[in-house]
T-cell receptor, first 109, second 115 residues
């Protein structure tokens, strides 16, 4: 079967750095997405990785290792507004997105 | 532009009743999707449409039907609602095509409670 694993919840301090991990086992791979979802709102796109390595976009970076079936989202200089759920999703061989359950990130002052 | 709109925002529905959730996008995207999101579970695909006039079944299609008469609209119908269909429903769209990044953009969601 297809499986995406992420931690259920993480806590970090304002101004710090946090890394949210995602491991996957899917039938085929055509890229990995990270989305942010604030409580009661729609998911919004953060990043897309299809090649191994690190993609940096401002305070957010996303890393992919296809051989390990592993990705992480790195958030730097955390702000209170970063409190949200972070969803990992893999585009499988049929170009359908398989979603993880999401990681709820709690930022404390 | 509005992007993707959904209606209603929320609804309480008696079991056995039918209901159509509406979704409209103004981005001229080819592909559209319906997901449900339940606590502790990832987004699960109900139905999708790669282009106007075609639809396909996702992971959890039972009890739901869709149509795609034109590019902009993708309504989701529950023919006879059951309590297990209580969920938050998200519509999404993407440019479409089986190549490259195909980022999905989401509507604001419909919170449905079936009693």
């Amino acid at each position: 079967g297809q499986n995406i694993d992420q931690p259920t919840e993480m806590t970090a301090t304002e101004g710090a750095i946090v890394q949210i991990n995602c491991t996957y086992q899917t039938s085929g791979f055509n890229g990995l997405f990270w989305y942010q979802q604030h409580a009661g709102e729609a998911p919004t796109f953060l990043s897309y990785n299809v090649l191994d390595g690190l993609e940096e976009k401002g305070r957010f970076s996303s890393f992919l290792s296809r051989s390990k079936g592993y990705s992480y989202l790195l958030l730097k200089e955390l702000q209170m507004k970063d409190s949200a759920s972070y969803l990992c999703a893999v585009l499988d061989s049929n170009y359908q997105l398989i979603w993880g359950a999401g990681t709820k990130l709690i930022i404390k002052p | 532009t509005a992007g993707i709109t959904q209606a209603p925002t929320s609804q309480i529905l008696a079991a056995g009743r039918s209901m159509t959730l509406r979704c409209t996008q103004d981005m001229r995207h080819n592909a559209m999707y319906w997901y449900r999101q339940d606590l502790g579970l990832g987004l699960r695909l109900i139905h999708y449409s790669n282009t106007a006039g075609t639809t396909g079944k996702g992971e959890v299609p039972d009890g739901y039907s869709v149509s795609r008469a034109n590019t902009d609209d993708f309504p989701l119908t529950l023919a006879s609602a059951v309590p297990s269909q209580t969920s938050v429903y998200f519509c999404a769209s993407s440019v479409g095509g089986a190549s490259g990044t195909d980022t999905q953009y989401f509507g604001p969601g419909t919170r449905l409670t079936v009693l």
